[in-house]
């Protein structure tokens, strides 16, 4: 049990950048919380301690705005971040080192006693809002977009988003495997910079258009003529003069 608390410390150290000592993570982390009280309340659903588990997911609820069904399967190192919004319920299967943001359901849709929740495998990251409904797996190392509504399977190693949601990212671009903070891609561009490029290229192209206009080539501009004047197409008034030079 403490082996396994140590780790669900350690992962949340290494998934959110904002976590700067283990024990903020133990006085400040709702995901932690819950995980906590998830155990306890998983260990008493058991042994057939049905109502002391139900009154301990309770209480982790109340606390932390995280809802964890006594009954669900939890893997190791399972962080939610932020927590609220939370729900995850009694036949959904996670696996090792999943990872959700606030508002994120592991959902049923229908009333049959069965298995009706989702099963995420190992590695999954799961963005803020996205809903994952139904008895569907999200497979190994996927990625599930902000706000996505996931209704059928997801293929291991893809990025799904929007509703319905669809590949967005598949599996042979998608080669990042370690974890990646948000669910992005770490050689994701500076937003920023990916702005300046493009303004960049806009005034290129703009002062070669006004240059074009004037009849006078623009600085930086590629040249027409070997001396980076544009050739004159107008005939050479000196008499006997030609254009070619003879
Ligand atoms: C889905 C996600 C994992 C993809 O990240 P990425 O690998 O960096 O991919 P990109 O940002 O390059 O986006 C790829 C495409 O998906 C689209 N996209 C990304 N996220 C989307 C989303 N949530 N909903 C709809 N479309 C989305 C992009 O517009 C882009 O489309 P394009 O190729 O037509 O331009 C990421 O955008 C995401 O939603 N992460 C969850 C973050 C989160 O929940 N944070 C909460 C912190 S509190």
Redesign the pocket.
Known sequence: MFKKLGEDIAAIMARDPAAKSRLEVVLCYPGFHALLLYRLANAAWRRGWFLLGRFLSHVGRVLTGIEIHPGATIGRRFFV??GMGVVIGETAQVGDDVTL??GVTLGGTSLHQGKRHPTLEDGV?V??GAQVLGPLTVGKGA?V????VVLKDVAAGV?V??IPAQV??SRAKQQDTDFCA????ID?PDPVARALDGLLGEVTALKARVAELEGAPAAGAPANGSNGHRPDPRPDPRPGASRDGN
Do not use: E, L, P
């Open positions: 971040d932020h943001y606030q990251i963005g803020s990625r977009g902000a706000n996505a990025t988003v929007g967005a990212i948000y669910g992005t891609s994701m």
